[in-house]
């Protein structure tokens, strides 16, 4: 079984620009989560979606955004990117909602901002 | 405030040493714990995870890890370190599910 795959790899972008990542959950994993990792911040949470909708959310600006596709694949989208939104942006899928302790990450976007 | 601490940053150890990196967490209840490795530039494993029963618990690359609940603690430990090993190690608590992360600790491993 596959796991979980996150497009693209790398990406560069310009300050102010707006950016959209890709992540495709584990076959039959319902529930997508977005974290950030940054050297200063660490790890963060940034939301978690399930059948469509946002279930929960960390504490990020409305500049971070994100939607669910009827296959469970998601996308989560930053606008008027900042310096500060360079990081590793990682997701998560489990099964249903409820199981973020039966996640398993993707290898992650690198988005750097210049 | 509801945390996860892993105290140590950096850690460097020689190859067949033996390993142990500290986590402690502040929350009320026993949360579920987990450890997970991250190698550059890739995404997180999970190493090995505590829900409850047994407070040590055996986990992959022969990792073990220990709650103890008086301490608010649950190490990893390792009895024989190898090369690969060097990584970047989280400690996390399931917490209104979402995983909330310590800072991490970088551990170099000497020949």
């Known amino acids: 079984k596959a796991g979980v795959t996150q497009t693209p790899r790398y990406l560069i972008k310009t300050r102010g620009q707006q950016v959209t990542l890709s992540c495709s959950p584990i076959?039959?994993?319902?529930?997508v989560s977005w974290y950030q990792q940054t050297p200063g911040q660490g790890l963060q949470f940034l939301f978690e979606?399930?059948?469509?909708?946002?279930?929960n959310k960390g504490n990020f600006p409305g500049r971070f955004s994100g939607r669910q596709f009827s296959n469970s694949r998601s996308e989560m989208n930053v606008s008027t990117l900042e310096l500060g939104d360079s990081a590793l942006y990682l997701c998560?899928?489990?099964?249903?909602?409820?199981?973020?302790?039966?996640?398993?990450f993707g290898p992650g976007t690198r988005l750097t901002v210049t | 405030a509801q945390s996860v601490t892993q105290p140590d940053i950096h850690i460097t150890v020689s190859e067949g040493a033996s390993l142990e990196l500290r986590c402690n967490y502040s929350?009320?209840?026993?949360?579920?714990l987990f450890w997970y490795v991250q190698s550059p530039g890739q995404g997180l494993q999970l190493l090995l995870k505590?829900?409850?029963?047994?407070?040590l618990v055996q986990g992959i690359k022969g990792f073990e890890a220990e709650f103890k609940r008086s301490q608010s603690s649950f190490n990893l430990r390792k009895p024989s370190v190898h090369w690969s090993d060097a990584a970047e190690y989280f400690c996390?608590?399931?917490?209104?599910?979402?995983?909330?992360f310590g800072a991490g600790t970088r551990l170099a491993v000497h020949p």
């Open positions: 998560a899928s489990s099964l249903e909602w409820g199981t973020a302790y039966e996640q398993y």
């Open positions: 076959s039959g994993h319902r529930s």
């Open positions: 505590y829900f409850s029963g047994d407070t």
């Open positions: 929350y009320g209840a026993t949360p579920y």
């Open positions: 979606y399930f059948s469509e909708t946002q279930r």
């Open positions: 996390a608590v399931e917490l209104y599910n979402k995983l909330i």
